[in-house]
T-cell receptor, first 113, second 111 residues
Framework: DTAVSQTPKYLVTQMGNDKSIKCEQNLGHDTMYWYKQDSKKFLKIMFSYNNKELIINETVPNRFSPKSPDKAHLNLHINSLELGDSAVYFC????????????FGDGTRLSIL | GEDVEQSLFLSVREGDSSVINCTYT??????LYWYKQEPGAGLQLLTYIFSNMDMKQDQRLTVLLNKKDKHLSLRIADTQTGDSAIYFC???????????FGAGTRLFVKA
């Protein structure tokens, strides 16, 4: 019955590889987000989709590409992984674009060797 | 600009009250939130306050909002060891339709 679920929970891979992280929410929300949390726990928005439309695209390298096949899913694909991509990536969802609290997944811990 | 600031660390004894402070910049924010993050977990919404309120109480949690000073605080009464976590203050930045998070306050509760 997990509300926002991300897979995988842990991802260890080598520099230069391409990887994907999947996110699904069963809350019926229409807005989904990807955040990056660095080693100092600072949380930064990367992308947001509302009804499958990209509404927030922060200064993120082109190697990161989100894809929303439907309102309940927002996946994150990363090409040519770099050491600096090591972080915890959180998916979140909310109802509407403003004012509603976001519900977070448990995070995907990405480690680049 | 958009910015939310919090002190990074707070240490209290079990049974004492904890007060976590936050300042924000967007005066047009309509909601302000407190999230809790336990080790290895995602952020969990603790409580929120609407901008036309000064105070909100929810069991052991009290949120105070000073709109004039753009200051938000979270008071946890009778702090327990299970309250040890990182607490994030967040505001909706109405200019960009996004939520801005503070850096998080690490609360340590000593038994």
């Amino acid at each position: 019955d997990t509300a926002v679920s991300q897979t995988p929970k842990y991802l260890v891979t080598q520099m230069g590889n391409d990887k994907s992280i999947k996110c699904e929410q069963n809350l019926g929300h229409d807005t989904m987000y990807w955040y990056k949390q660095d080693s100092k726990k600072f949380l930064k928005i990367m992308f947001s989709y509302n009804n499958k439309e990209l509404i927030i695209n922060e200064t993120v390298p082109n190697r990161f590409s989100p894809k929303s096949p439907d309102k309940a899913h927002l996946n994150l694909h990363i090409n040519s992984l770099e050491l600096g991509d090591s972080a915890v990536y959180f998916c979140a969802s909310s109802q509407g674009r403003n004012n509603q609290p976001q519900h977070f997944g448990d995070g995907t811990r990405l480690s680049i060797l | 600009g958009e910015d939310v600031e919090q002190s990074l660390f707070l240490s209290v004894r079990e049974g004492d009250s904890s007060v976590i402070n936050c300042t924000y910049t967007d005066s047009s924010s309509t909601y302000l939130y407190w999230y809790k993050q336990e080790p290895g977990a995602g952020l969990q919404l603790l409580t929120y306050i609407f901008s036309n309120m000064d105070m909100k109480q929810d069991q052991r949690l009290t949120v105070l909002l000073n709109k004039k000073d753009k200051h938000l605080s979270l008071r946890i009464a009778d702090t327990q060891t299970g309250d040890s976590a990182i607490y994030f203050c967040a505001e909706i930045y109405t200019g960009g339709f996004k939520t801005i998070f503070g850096a998080g306050t690490r609360l340590f509760v000593k038994a």
